[in-house]
């Protein structure tokens, strides 16, 4: 029985060594250059490095991988796992306009997780040098690029002495606050995820075989949980082969990811739910006649809120290049789960609650007025992200009261199970704040998601963060139901890009306030936009807004893996530093 990847990895490069392990399309681009390495090139360049970290006494000690996009920084992290070193992914700084929050959160991780080495690129190895300005923590920090540690150095690897108990590695959150968490993921933390992702999403042994191994396609970046724990740990879990490609390639053509999912076919592949809205503004005719996505079974959507009318038209748009609505695969997880808690069924659309509200999105579709393009049955309504993998347990608690709610009531999602990790590196109080909760009536301790949800028919329901909760006249508000409105009642209104929060009022108590990113060819609609938004949130919610505030694309603050700030987005607008579309905001 496996103890770790480390054997996993071992067994795949000697029973199928020549296997493509990992395909990188370096352009983005299926026909631009592509680099690959088989599964007996991957276990020695991996032990190459772990034998340069052995050498060097590190076992046991952190070390920070900064590396670009690609096969080399599975490399180094792999090797780090090998080695018995705690891999820490981060993020190296790119471009003049990202050196100062990445060379901050950088300065962050390298103090926190007490890095003893840096792993990455040449070039980024080469830029640190000349960082010791900006970076003198660097002094004491042995820095490599590991594309020049020899293959030779494979020869003198030791086997290390895992347990299902040792750090694997530290999963950075990627929250608004200043202080950075590290989550502990142990080896078995990750062998029992990946167990979960395999039988959530159907990777059986007969599937792998019916897509010859070619399983996965992602862009995702590496260095968040979703694109490390899913397509590429899962492919070293399984022994497939996973085409991966920049999220910037991504970004900057977002076609790229339908065209890879068309031309290498895989089961899965994936995103939050931002991507798809960005394909979808993609989709013209000449595109759609050159894509087949009749094999793309599992198109997982997690990591910020799914929305209902994105999957609509996601369906529908790309129905006519052979993609189905089954395999539309909302999904729930978190770091402090390693990944995955909760998947839909292989096969089944999501499910969808709140019946009443396709009338509303009927009237909504047909009034006429600034209401969105093509608006449909069902698409306010809230999409339920599957049910628990094997062996972990999800209940809805009342944090106060430490009681289990009943079925269809709204509380913290609490989990427990082999892939909670075991608590935030050096940080015991807020280990025992969040990894320590115990439930009346229950056994065993669980984990406090922070989120909010509900279970119906055993489907777990996410509504919002407890956090982000809005009391406005003694009435809970989720601050995603008040977006999801805004967003709907104009078309130049983005998907994803809107911001809800409350603000205190003075005397008439808290008041909610939506900032919104705006389309730029609407730039002079922003008086009706705003009128609308009042409206819109006014009728479904019954609340009147205090402040609707229109900004330019792409200036919501938001988490590395497109999560909205709403907290970083109040301080924003209480500061007065938000990018105005036609000048400044009312108080």
């Known amino acids: 029985m496996a103890r770790s990847l480390v054997d996993l990895l071992t067994t795949h490069a000697s029973r199928q060594p020549d296997r493509t392990a990992y395909r990188y399309l370096v352009t983005g681009d299926c026909d631009g250059e592509i680099q690959d390495i088989s599964y007996g090139r991957l276990a020695e360049r991996s032990r190459a490095v772990a034998a340069w970290l052995q050498e060097r006494g590190l076992a046991g000690s952190r070390a920070m991988l900064l590396y670009p996009p690609g096969i080399e920084f599975i490399c180094g992290y792999l090797g780090c796992l090998s080695a018995g070193v705690v891999a820490v992914p981060g993020v190296p700084p790119q471009g003049r306009s990202q050196n100062h929050r990445a060379l901050l959160r950088m300065k962050r991780l390298i103090a926190d997780a007490d890095a003893k080495v840096i792993l990455g690129g040449r070039e980024v190895i080469a830029a640190l040098a000349t ?54 993921v142990t080896h078995g933390n990750l062998l029992d995820n990946e167990r979960v992702i395999t039988e959530r999403m159907g990777h059986t042994p007969d599937v792998i075989e019916e897509y010859d191994h070619e399983l996965f396609v992602s862009w995702l970046p590496v260095y968040h949980d979703m694109g490390l724990i899913g397509p590429v740990l899962n492919a070293a879990y399984l022994g497939v082969t996973a085409t991966l490609f920049s999220p910037l390639h991504f970004l900057q053509r977002p076609e790229r990811w339908l065209t890879a999912v068309s031309r290498y076919r895989p089961h899965t592949s994936g995103g939050p739910n931002f991507a798809y809205e960005l394909c979808l503004k993609q989709a ?165 998601t922070g989120d909010l949800g509900c279970l119906r028919d055993g489907e777990l329901f ?53 900032v919104a990113e705006t389309a730029p060819e609407a730039a002079g609609e922003s008086e009706k936009i705003i009128d609308l938004i009042r409206g819109a949130i006014g009728e479904a919610h019954g609340l009147p807004v205090r402040d609707v505030v229109l900004v330019h694309p792409g200036t919501i603050p938001k988490t590395s893996s497109g999560k909205i700030q709403r907290r970083a987005s109040r301080a924003a607008y209480l500061e007065g530093t938000l990018s105005l579309v036609g000048g400044p905001a009312t108080r």
């Not at 290390?160 to 040792?166: I, K, M, Q």
């Not at 599992?298 to 089954?326: M, Q």
């Not at 809005?470 to 995603?480: A, C, K, L, W």
């Open 131 to 184: 960082m010791s300005e900006h970076l003198p923590e660097l002094a004491e920090i042995t820095c490599v690029a590991t594309e020049d540690v020899p293959d030779e150095a494979a020869g003198s690897w030791r086997e290390p002495d895992l347990t299902a108990d040792s750090v694997a590695f530290l999963q950075y959150t990627s929250g608004s606050t200043s202080a950075p968490r590290g989550v502990m």
């Open 284 to 448: 013209t005719p000449d595109l759609l006649d050159g894509l087949d996505l009749s094999r793309w079974k599992v198109a997982f959507n997690g990591a910020e809120p799914v929305r209902a009318a994105t999957l609509r038209r996601f369906a529908e748009t790309f129905a006519p290049a052979g993609f189905r609505r089954e395999s539309l695969y909302p999904c729930y997880g978190l770091a402090e789960a390693t990944l995955i808690v909760t998947g839909s069924s292989v096969q089944a659309p999501p499910t969808l609650a709140d019946a009443d509200a396709d009338a509303d999105a009927d009237a909504a579709a047909t009034d006429g007025v600034g209401t969105v393009t093509g608006a449909g049955p069902g698409d306010a309504a809230a999409v339920g992200s599957g049910r628990p993998g094997p062996g972990i347990t999800v209940v809805i608690a009342d944090p106060e009261r430490q009681e289990e709610l009943p079925e269809g009531e709204v509380g913290e999602i609490w989990v427990s199970g082999g892939s909670v990790a075991r608590g935030y590196w050096r940080n015991a109080l807020a280990t025992r704040e969040t990894f320590r909760a115990t439930l009346k009536g229950r056994e065993g301790r669980f984990l406090r």
């Open 462 to 514: 996410v509504t919002g963060r407890l956090k982000d909760l809005m009391v406005i006249d003694g009435r809970n508000h989720y601050p995603q139901d008040l977006e999801l409105s805004a967003e709907m009642s104009h078309w130049a209104l983005r998907p994803g890009c809107t911001a809800a929060f409350s603000v205190d009022g003075g005397g008439e108590g808290e008041q909610p306030v939506v």
